[in-house]
């Protein structure tokens, strides 16, 4: 691999140039700070006086909501470090039936929503579901004769959270595992240790930076889950942040909840860097080999395929399955003219939102590249901030400044002109597509990054020395290059604002749908069957990433190989 040469100084640059990489970098820094601006009219609420509903809510649930937080933060952690470590160590170093199957199969929960796969469980397990309905059948109890687990609880969400978050931890891990040196694994084979305590001497050790990563991505979706903890009972700061919001009607209270909400977020974040910074091994050895897995037999063979068959059963397989029943027994009334409309609204919303977050994020990552600097950088890493922010944070600081613009407008042509100019941008498309841009241009801009970090810089002085201009060089060069890398974000952010429910709900306009905001609403009904068809949709479009990112997983080994 060589070095990329050092990029032209500011000072050594043409004139022409320094003042084109200047309005490059003034454009950059303009775009970040309004892709930020949501989070940052948030956490500027944190330092505002706190009114009387923010004392009364202080007095009332607030502790709740911090409570249930931290135990279903607890609850995902356990189930989500067991199943994905066990997982990934199970199917990257050793031989058991079916790995290789489940090796790419595991990941599908991903594309399973939470508040989608809550909804399913819901319908199968409560006291009319076919389950208890087989028990009472089979043994000829009655309502009261036995005891069955609530799934509408606390422990009901965390396992319905973990079934579908597990994959980051074990997606992260499994890397981790395999890319690990085999001598230090060899070595410790040879000193005696068995194939269970170079896991837990050696090999974990060394993929705790990678577990820690994963474990906060799936931390993070925790707090922004906000369907699965509503249809549940469940009082956390999302569910809160709503009803402070439509309840007290007191944005001002919603926003500094939403604050306290970002605390929990950035906490997450720092304890991400905190653990890669703390991570201090290196490998010394560049020995590459085929990797010689641990071969199972006897109760550790089938009990491997057993719980790598449950996880893929339970966090994709039987609700997928319960989904496409319930659709198939409503098909003729549930893919109507209504189910169309909804489909639409949703495919005309994901096209705008990703294409405009595609654009946005090749003007930063070019800019970026034509105009290295630390503020570029450091712009653009603010930029993506907002996919680690849930997406109910994001509504409220869309809301506020879209209303205060709104109502300073309109006073203003009252004053001046004599009529009222009504909602401008609140309660449009427009702030619904903002919020999709500042919450997921993260995953845009960071996959334009990574494509443009493959094309040499060298190309690019080699376009300037004969002549061509920056504009040019894009459309010459890099965008027939980077192709491939702009499908793959155009496809990501498109499925993302599929399943996107919170911001949605806030900030859509009256009477304007989209599917998972149609499922939500006919859950919460108790219409399980007639949400089917909308949820079966957004987890059918979201097996797509999921294939895309087990092919790029593939190919990346093969390379390695």
């Known amino acids: 691999m060589t070095a990329n040469p050092p990029a032209v100084s500011a000072a050594q640059a043409p004139a022409t140039t320094r003042r084109a990489q200047r309005w490059w970098r003034m454009g950059v820094v303009a775009a970040a700070l309004l892709m930020s601006l949501p989070t940052l009219v948030v956490a500027g609420h944190l330092l505002l006086p706190s009114g009387a509903v923010w004392a009364h809510l202080a007095d009332t649930v607030l502790a709740d909501y911090v409570s249930n937080s931290l135990i279903l933060m607890l609850l995902v952690a356990a189930g989500t470090l067991l199943l994905g470590v066990s997982a990934a160590w199970l199917t990257a170093m050793c031989a ?22 809550a909804y399913t469980y819901t319908g199968m397990l409560e006291f009319s579901g076919p389950l208890q309905t087989a028990i009472r059948d ?18 009901g969400a965390g396992l319905m959270l973990t079934l579908v978050l597990y994959p980051y931890v074990y997606l992260l891990t499994r890397a981790a595992f395999l890319n690990q040196s ?38 993070m979706e925790t707090l922004a889950d906000y369907g699965t903890v509503q249809y549940f009972g469940v009082s956390t700061f999302t569910t809160g942040i709503f009803r402070t919001w439509y309840g007290l009607d007191n944005a001002p209270a919603a926003a500094q909840l939403a604050g306290v909400l970002l605390l929990f977020v950035f906490s997450l974040i720092l304890l991400e860097r905190y653990g890669r910074r703390q991570a201090k091994y290196h490998h010394t050895s560049q020995r590459h080999q085929a990797i010689r897995r641990f071969v199972l037999s006897g109760w550790r063979r089938h009990g491997a395929t057993l719980l790598c068959a449950l996880m893929l059963l339970l966090g994709f397989l039987l609700p997928a399955g319960q989904l496409a029943l319930w659709a198939v027994t409503i098909a003729e009334e549930g893919f109507g003219g209504a189910f169309a409309q909804l489909a ?46 849930p997406g109910t944070v994001i509504a409220v600081g869309v809301a506020m400044p879209f209303a205060a613009l709104d109502n300073t407008v309109d006073a203003w042509a009252r004053a001046h002109l004599g009529f009222s100019t009504g909602l401008i941008l609140s309660g449009t498309l427009a702030a ?17 990054e990574s494509g443009l970090g493959r094309i040499k810089p060298s190309m690019d002085e080699a376009a300037k020395s004969l ?40 900030l859509r306009p009256f009477n304007f749908n989209t599917l998972a905001v149609r499922a939500y609403e006919l859950a919460s009904d108790e219409r399980l069957a007639d949400a089917a068809p909308a949820s079966l949709a957004i987890v059918a479009v979201g097996v797509l990433p999921v294939i895309l990112l087990s ?11």
């Open 96 to 117: 058991f039936p079916g790995r290789g199957v489940f090796e790419w199969a595991l990941l599908l929960p991903l594309a399973m929503p939470a508040y989608i796969i």
């Open 138 to 155: 089979l043994t000829g109890w009655g309502y009261g004769d036995y005891w069955f687990p609530e799934i509408r609880s606390l422990g």
């Open 182 to 219: 085999l001598c230090v694994l060899d070595v410790s084979r040879t000193l005696g240790e068995s194939p269970w305590g170079a896991f837990r001497r050696v090999a974990l050790p060394l993929a705790r930076p990678a577990i820690i990563a994963g474990l906060s991505l799936a931390l």
């Open 344 to 389: 639409g609204n949703t495919l005309m919303l994901a096209a705008l939102a990703s294409a405009l977050a595609l654009l946005l994020a090749l003007f930063l990552g070019y800019g970026a590249r034509i105009a290295p600097s630390r503020v570029t950088t450091a712009a653009t890493r603010v930029a993506g901030l907002g996919y680690a922010v």
């Open 432 to 448: 619904v597509t903002f919020a999709y841009l500042a919450r997921f241009l993260a995953v845009s801009l960071q996959t334009v």
């Open 467 to 506: 002549g061509a201009g920056g504009w040019r060089i894009l459309g010459r060069i890099h965008l027939p290059m980077l192709r491939g890398a702009l499908l793959t974000a155009l496809l990501l952010v498109f499925v993302d604002v599929l399943k996107e429910l919170p911001a949605t709900l806030i």
């Open 551 to 561: 092919r790029a997983i593939t190919a990346s080994r093969q390379t390695q190989e």
